[in-house]
T-cell receptor, first 112, second 115 residues
Framework: AQSVTQLDSQVPVFEEAPVELRCNYS??????LFWYVQYPNQGLQLLLK??????LVKGINGFEAEFNKSQTSFHLRKPAVHISDTAEYFC??????????FGTGTKLQVIP | DADVTQTPRNRITKTGKRIMLECSQT?????MYWYRQDPGLGLRLIYY???????NKGEISDGYSVSRQAQAKFSLSLESAIPNQTALYFC??????????????FGPGTRLTVL
């Protein structure tokens, strides 16, 4: 079965500093990988996804993620965060035509 | 107007009561899902439906039931609510025509409190 691990439950970072949110997955077959963002009092929305091809994926709001098959990781990065990036971020994995499995989430707190 | 709507947005009820949460979508998607979100546990799948005649249990279906009344409507029922069903509930949709990626589109959530 597929699974997703987000080791950091909370990540505080100062405004304009870079950030990396970590995600590792386990699956014996090829997978599709996603990052979703949940702003306070809202539902989740897709930030970016990796399907195939280039391992560096660019998403909305200046975020990007890199797929690393050998390390089974899909870490999310942003070179300079803003207050508006304060949210909870979920990594997710799917094997195609099957349900998506979500991680437990990482709360990004941007400090002014 | 939002593509995926959920009603009610907030609900407080008592143990033993029957509760229905409703989800409607205007995206024309064939697949619909119900998740619950608990702090520190992420999202867990309760039920999912790939079309009107297809209903499947997720990882935590005990104590819940669903009905897919139409392609656009998917309701979740708690037959006899208990306090540990207090959570944030999300409906989501995805489109088979997008391929196998199963990108999900979420509603705004329903916050349910069972006293």
């Amino acid at each position: 079965a597929q699974s997703v691990t987000q080791l950091d439950s909370q990540v505080p970072v100062f405004e304009e500093a870079p950030v990396e949110l970590r995600c590792n997955y386990s699956s014996s077959v090829s997978v599709y990988l996603f990052w979703y963002v949940q702003y306070p009092n809202q539902g989740l929305q897709l930030l970016l996804k990796y399907l195939s091809g280039s391992t560096l994926v660019k998403g909305i709001n200046g975020f990007e993620a890199e797929f690393n098959k050998s390390q089974t990781s899909f870490h999310l990065r942003k070179p300079a965060v803003h207050i508006s990036d304060t949210a909870e971020y979920f990594c997710a994995v799917s094997k195609g035509y099957q349900k998506v499995t979500f991680g437990t989430g990482t709360k990004l707190q941007v400090i002014p | 107007d939002a593509d995926v709507t959920q009603t009610p947005r907030n609900r407080i009820t008592k143990t033993g009561k029957r509760i229905m949460l409703e989800c409607s979508q205007t995206k024309g998607h064939d697949r619909m899902y119900w998740y619950r979100q608990d702090p520190g546990l992420g999202l867990r799948l309760i039920y999912y439906s790939f079309d009107v005649k297809d209903i499947n249990k997720g990882e935590i279906s005990d104590g819940y039931s669903v009905s897919r009344q139409a392609q656009a409507k998917f309701s979740l029922s708690l037959e006899s609510a208990i306090p540990n069903q207090t959570a944030l509930y999300f409906c989501a949709t995805s489109d088979r025509k997008e391929g196998a990626t199963d990108t999900q589109y979420f509603g705004p959530g329903t916050r349910l409190t069972v006293l």
